[in-house]
């Protein structure tokens, strides 16, 4: 069974960091990628990162470039958003994903609910 949990959530100032985590299970990170996705209020959920560790390649929608990295654990099954210098238009529900078929390398341009594979979610608000 594939599950995926998100942490690491909370109530920052702007300028703040966060790292959020991923812990998966059911399947390999080697095979298959892992998708950051965000929601803000009435708003559609967007891409805000992908890892694919098949090939090491990574993707970072340009609302969060130079300022979000997504690495992975040494152990494998937990992958991090490290968010740093938060903005208030960065406040949303973080969720991550996978596919069996989706790639990082055209995760900006397929739609998110093309992924099957969703956690539950992570809260962060960006307030002062």
């Known amino acids: 069974q594939v599950l995926l949990r998100e942490s690491g959530g909370a109530s920052v100032q702007p300028g703040g960091s966060l790292r959020l985590s991923c812990v998966s299970s059911?399947?390999?990170?080697?095979?298959?990628?892992i998708g950051w996705f965000r929601q803000a209020p009435g708003k559609e959920r967007e891409v805000v990162s992908c890892?694919?560790?098949?090939?090491?390649?990574?993707y970072y929608s340009d609302s969060v470039k130079g300022r979000f990295t997504i690495t992975r654990h040494d152990t494998g099954r937990t992958v991090y958003l490290q968010m740093n210098n938060l903005k208030p238009e960065d406040t949303a529900t973080y969720y991550c994903?996978?596919?069996?078929?989706?790639?990082?390398?055209?995760?900006?341009?397929?739609?998110?609910?093309?992924?099957?594979?969703w956690g539950k979610g992570t809260p962060v608000t960006v307030s002062p």
């Open positions: 059911g399947f390999s990170v080697d095979h298959f990628p």
């Open positions: 994903a996978t596919d069996f078929e989706s790639k990082c390398a055209t995760v900006g341009t397929t739609p998110w609910y093309a992924w099957d594979y």
């Open positions: 890892l694919s560790s098949s090939d090491g390649s990574t």
